[in-house]
């Protein structure tokens, strides 16, 4: 058995990639198994050069130990022995969401924004921290039980303070995922991690990566000239994924951008509502004065990406098609009928209009139904409408006089149907349904051990750490949901969650909103499970919770 730095015992190999080799080991100091990532010296690198990826690769992995988010696959250690760097790291043994898509194909996009999530609150913790990951991608993004994420390799990492440890005219990254400005020489930034990030939510929901080519070259020239085409995708996430991948990098959503439109989808009562959240235009600008080569996809140049379908409203299906002459006149005819049965209607809103069996009094006129005897039912008589000889504003009482009813007692065409007259108090109008507000549910936790769920409407203390949302609460009490409140416990530092108001003996700190405690229909919901462990209690949306032991289930949270 290899013992490197004599205390990493290796038991197996994990994988191996580009970037090296990974490890199975135990930690005999400890007595942990970790994963041991082992980075061998570039090819043909000697002297001054190797001196600087060994100082590169010591200063990544400090700065990337400094990271603190469930998203992130923590950094325990970095060592070197025989010429060789070891970078110790927490082991997460799961498939990637490489692996996911290639055995279940094509993921949906509601499942997809909440994968994003968790990488995207991973990248804030990472530029926060000054710290540029450089290679976004689904083969470095871990998926758990439960759909929990962890974003890998960290070993490319560069301190965004350190402008100096980039080897000359060396490449770092998967090509594939490289944002357009690395290949003019620009330093890699947050907005190149956020276009990788946005051609891994486009390789998640498609099913491919969206420049991929044969060759390296050739997926280069794609990232720089040619627009994604999204095909599957379709609802928020299409403007996500557009506005990460767009060319120039002060274009691109920023990361607060990002997270708003993600979390700014709601699903309520079976309809998908976006609040809040800020529309982007994307400009596809296509590029065929550039030199295109056989291998490369062609699009027609009068159909840009994301525009709407243009309609030629000249041959509207609704409209009836114009066959021959008798046909545009019976249409004009039709509208006749249409515009003097709206007089009528005008004209009934005098308070002094009646009906009559009579005969019409001198000066009215008679207006039939256009068409021929063959089209006109001879059992309907005419409607006789009485025109005034002078057109004013305010027509007299009596100048329409509707002579007879239709058959079977129907009001004739134009004649008003029922209910108070026009002009009258608006019929009486039910009440829109109130909308359903989310709140938030994140989980936090102090450095000592506490951990504590919040929302905006109780906020976590002073010195608590931001790990992930778990879902949404409901602000306002439904059918089939019950309060919950935040609470301290006496004598300590620990906080929990309960339905009790009285905090089962512990002080209250306040509401935190309400939980549904059977599933609702219409939503996508994931459990809520209060644990406990030796220092306290804990929320998780784990039924495991997260190896500790399980006290009972809240109830369901949307997500």
Known sequence: MRVVAGRYAIRDELGRGAMGIVWRADDQVIGRQVALKELPSPRGVTGQERATYLERVLREARTAGRLNDPAVVTVFDVVSEDGITYIVMELVEAPTLADVIAREGPLPADRVMALGLQVLGALETAHAAGIVHRDVKPSNIMVTSGDRVKLADFGIARAMDDPNLTMTGAIMGSPGYMAPELFTGSQPGPESDLWAFGATLFHAVEGHSPFNRETTAATMHAIMYDDPQLVRCQGPLTQIILG??????????????????????????????????PTVQVHAVRRDTLPREPWQESYPAEMPLAAPVPVNWAEDDWAPKKKSGRGRVLLFGGAGVVVVAALVAVFLISPGYQRSEASPPAGTSTVAPTGTPSETPSSVPPTTVSVPSTVSSAPAPGTVTVTKPAPGGSPAPGQPTGGPPPGGPPPPQEPEKPQRVLIPLTRYNNPKGPHFSATPNVPPPAGFNRENLMGNLVEAQESGTRRIYACQLVASEDRMTSFDPGCEGNRQVGILGYIFTTKPTGVQTVPLHRCTYSGGHFDSVSAKCEGEKFEFLFGYLIV
């Open 244 to 277: 990460l991948l767009a060319q120039p990098a002060e274009q691109r959503l920023t990361l607060a951008q990002t997270r708003q439109m993600l979390t700014g989808t709601q699903v309520m009562a079976d309809t998908t509502q976006v609040v809040d959240a």
